[in-house]
DNA sequence: GCCATTAGGTCAGGTATGTTGACATATTTC
DNA sequence: GAAATATGTCAACATACCTGACCTAATGGC
């Protein structure tokens, strides 16, 4: 980003802290201009790491989601898919054919009810998605590690509790959930004893 | 959201303690799968409730990109903004239009360079800016009442510590100077002595 | 066993937002 | 006067969404 010079009302002054001029808080219905702004910027950055690995593949950020996702939750339902994302069916549909024409999402007929088609990544799916959350997650290291100690809990509160409150709950069951579920797929794949 | 019930792999387990279970610091390369997935629901909600407000008005997001900017940067250049934004002059132009031809967004030709057009919004840009700005203010405001003192600044440092190193430092700046210069905007409103 | 419901897939067509590339016009700068 | 700059525009295209309609196969209630 090159430099943004306001020319037209701009005259000089204490202009550029550097650290965005603090602790005035919003009392009155002042908005919450920098975090808004800090938002905006920092999810660009966030999601553009993996934006660059996927454009090489011919994939964009939608297969990024699915791809996340079932890395995440081995063995879920497409419906499932489709409540987290918050798509319609068209629209996963063309991003999942993709991937499992590709080879990074395998689906496999459901034990109990064999209309499900049951979604997990292959070798080359688990690969991929762990590259992408490992650029993701370089990021974010780098940040905690400035932050110091409580920085990853205040971050979590934070983004937490921006999700809507009608499916927090739902969010935070999901998170929980699926990482007894990685461990578990992990401890089975080394021993055949869940 | 519904509630996401994985069928293949799932046994009954400590699973959904709410809160995601904590401090179990990815120290080999775990990946931060917590915060990247926080991250992405906490992004959909902050731009959903103005999404919902731009479309009664048959504008979408990139619209809400344009006039935010505009507001908390009266008289900046069309540059700046394809600066900012990162997109296409092409791809502003189609939304600048309509910014434009709907009475949001006004261009004045810039005085010291007349091929400049400087972008200003309207009233009636400024109330629906402020707006969408007063929605994202409310759920902040929510998350950081609930975090207590501090939670402001957290925040703040871990969404500044995002942004890719680079442009880190313009965007603070940006984010402090569009705060001087709203103030100063209103400042000479109320009195032509700026 | 019949039938409504459910899980999933697919066709057809439309919108929003982005892209490249090529030009055009006015203005400033050297 | 020529080159560079700020902006706008035309044309064509790609992606990622959407709505609506319709299909198959399997399940489950009765």
Do not use: C, W
């Amino acid at each position: 980003m090159a430099d943004v010079s306001i020319t037209a009302t701009s005259k000089p002054r204490a202009a550029a802290s550097g650290q965005a001029s603090s602790e005035a808080a919003p009392t009155a219905g002042e908005p919450y201009f920098d975090l808004i702004e800090l938002l905006f910027f920092a999810y660009r950055d966030f999601v553009g790491d993996p934006d660059e690995v996927l454009a090489k593949l011919g994939f964009g950020r939608a297969h990024h989601r699915v791809l996340h996702f079932v890395n995440r939750n081995p063995g879920m339902k497409v419906a499932d898919l489709l409540d987290i994302l918050k798509i319609t069916k068209q629209s996963l549909g063309r991003v999942l054919k993709q991937l499992i024409d590709e080879g990074y999402v395998v689906q496999k007929e459901g034990a109990r009810d064999r209309r499900q088609r049951l979604l997990y990544v292959s070798p080359a799916g688990e690969a991929l998605a762990m590259k992408l959350a490992a650029l993701q997650t370089a990021r974010i290291s780098r940040v905690l590690a400035e932050l110091g100690p409580g920085g990853r809990e205040a971050a979590r509160r934070f983004l937490a509790g921006m999700i809507e409150a009608e499916d927090r709950d739902h969010v935070l069951r999901l998170i929980a959930r699926a990482d007894s579920l990685v461990e578990r797929e992990r401890a089975s794949a080394r021993d055949d004893n869940p």
